[in-house]
């Protein structure tokens, strides 16, 4: 199956964004808040592209139950997993005139450039692959969070934890893997290839949105256009 092999070949990725000091700080609760706040912030931005990625699955989807939840997943980016960042900002004491100040993130624009352009130019099953690691990732690193906290009272991030370890998550995400591995079974070779690249690279980003967050990343050209 498709998603067991490109699992399998990412292992040694996957081990590396569970044990990025990002997400080791995330779960001993040690993760200070200006790291956090940069991440909510910059996470926040990026759905807005993985919502227009999944609206374009959803309409470039011949089967009808693929096409309403890929747009209920759109839906579901926009709205319940940002009343999430809405409550960290409000908690964070961040203004909208705070927010704005904060430039995206060179990473978080690549990566929703990546789904964007491969949204606009690529065939519906690379796409399929392109968004599985946003559900994919993120629920595997919500539950193993869950398991290390379980014990752990009054855990400040508790509220992320639970959204991307919450059965209905995992539900979506297995949802997410069983249409990309149908797709993945009924393209030509050349294709299969073109969602394996897409589905690594994915991945790649989901490593690197959390390292750039860990180093509250800015533009290093920024200095020569004040």
Not at 55 to 72: G, M, P, Q
Not at 164 to 187: C, G, N, Q, V
């Amino acid at each position: 199956m498709f998603c067991d092999d490109v699992w399998k070949r990412s292992a040694r990725l996957l081990r590396a964004i569970h044990e990025h000091p990002f997400n080791t700080a995330l779960s001993d609760g040690t993760l200070d808040r200006e790291r956090f706040a940069f991440y909510i912030v910059q996470d926040a931005r990026y759905l807005e592209a993985f919502s227009r990625a999944l609206a374009v699955a959803s309409t470039r989807a011949t089967d009808t139950d693929d096409a309403v939840f890929f747009a209920e997943s759109a839906h579901a980016a926009l709205a319940a997993e940002r009343t999430l960042h809405a409550g960290y900002i409000e908690e964070f004491g961040l203004t909208a005139d705070d927010l704005a100040g904060i430039d995206t993130s060179p990473t978080c624009l690549g990566y929703a450039s990546f789904l964007q352009a491969t949204a606009l130019a690529d065939p519906y099953p690379v796409l399929a692959a392109a968004v599985l690691p946003c559900f994919w990732v993120y629920q595997d690193v919500g539950t193993a969070l869950l398991e290390n906290t379980a014990d752990v009272e009054d855990h400040p991030y508790r509220a992320w934890i639970a959204t991307y370890s919450d059965p209905a998550f995992a539900e979506s995400t297995e949802r997410a893997k069983d249409i990309t591995d149908r797709l993945a079974a009924t393209t030509d070779p050349a294709t299969r290839e073109a969602m394996t690249r897409a589905f690594f690279r994915a991945t790649e980003y989901e490593w690197m949105f959390w390292d750039s967050a860990w180093r509250r990343e800015t533009w290093p050209t920024a200095e020569w256009l004040k």
